[in-house]
């Protein structure tokens, strides 16, 4: 079986001008570069890791599966829940974290060496349970009855929330995590390795925002920061005080009609966004509240309920939105205005990822070396690593791959 498909035809640009409404008649759709193909409940989650040489996929049966993106094969195949994966994230080149309905928040050794012993066998070639697994290092149990994924973010910098004996001496490995509390509105900080639960974030004061249904932990301007999209549509954005040792809210506005399905950040522009079960897609500003006591907040309506999955790309000119209609969305970052519309999924994408941009195939390639064997592997896999691709995942157990902008 093919793991992955090539399609003829594909387009590594977006659609033509709107206005040239004469030209764009006469060109076919965009179509993906290669649907990825070896899943078969739903695709929930998908992630690039090791600097774009691999693609991380999670199913709805809690299968993971890790491919190559020079060969578009799998190298690694295994259950890494009992129940849905919900997000999937690396930590640093070796480490995989991945996070299941099954209340577990897992990372995984899984260099690359590992993949030699790791089983190939998809689920939809007949992969069994008992197929080997990376080793475990860490697992947290979290709660998960709201579906929501995690949120992990690296501390390269002062650490915001004080260190406990033994971590204070390795910033670089910090990691931070945020995850759902038990209770209503409150999301619980860890930190690995130490696997320390940090603190909790209240919810917002006199409001019954219901649970928590995305999180996004993130750096700026020196602080940590939490912004958080809640089941009454509302999204609030905290900062941690470390003089007083606790979060603050620096903003709160109910956005959205429908539960927010996601949110992601763009620092460099100070803005983060989010998206509901409405049609909604809302740009809200990362700074301090101004002088009339709020901060700045743009929306629109795309008229096109359900996109989920919302992601910026690294260099925060573009974000993407996976659609329960099917259609992946890109949108500017800047302005919000809709530059492409990407449609093969017959059925609703859940799941969204952008590769991080890293330069171009010639930098890549010199960057291996002069080495005189392998040179057609290694120019494969510069390309791989400098394509700008994005990864649909649909509930048809698919991954699509396209090369955008």
Partial sequence: MTDA???????????????????????????PVYVLRGHCSAIHAVAFVRHNSRLLVGDADGWASLW??????????????????????????????SQGRDGRLIVWQLRAIDEETLEKKLP????????????????????????????????HGELSVPASPGTAGSRAETLFIAVPAVKDGQVDIFRLPDEHRLSTIPGVENVKTGMVMAVNIFTHADLT????????????LFSYDSSHGRWTVDYHEPVHS???????????????????????????????????GRTSLHKIDTKHSG???????????????AGWDSRVRVYSAKTLKELVVL????????????????GSVDTLYARDGNAP???????RKAEAESTHWLAAGSKDGKVSLWNIY
């Fill in 124 to 155: 939809v070639d007949g992969a069994c349970d008992e197929q080997k697994q990376p080793w475990v290092l860490h697992c947290l149990t979290v709660n998960t009855i709201n579906f929501c994924a995690f949120s992990a973010c690296s501390n």
């Fill in 5 to 31: 498909t090539p399609l003829l035809g594909a387009q590594s640009e977006s659609r033509p001008d709107q206005g040239r409404i004469h030209a764009a008649t006469l060109l076919p759709p965009a179509q």
């Fill in 68 to 97: 190559s993106l020079a060969s578009k094969r799998a190298v690694a195949v295994w259950r890494a829940h009992r129940a849905a994966v919900l997000g999937l994230t690396e930590w640093g080149d070796e480490n995989i974290i």
């Fill in 225 to 236: 920061r939490v912004a958080i999209g809640y089941e009454n549509g509302s999204v609030a």
């Fill in 373 to 379: 064997v392998q040179t057609v592997q290694r120019r």
């Fill in 258 to 292: 429908q539960p927010v399905l996601s949110i992601d950040v763009a620092p460099m522009l100070g803005l983060f966004y989010s998206s509901s079960a409405d049609a909604i897609i809302a740009q809200h500003s990362l700074s301090r509240q101004n002088e009339k």
């Fill in 307 to 321: 996109q989920q999955a919302l992601t910026v790309r690294s260099d925060e000119r573009i974000l993407a939105t």
């Fill in 343 to 358: 449609k093969w999924h017959k059925q609703g994408c859940y799941a969204l990822s952008f590769a991080v941009l890293h």
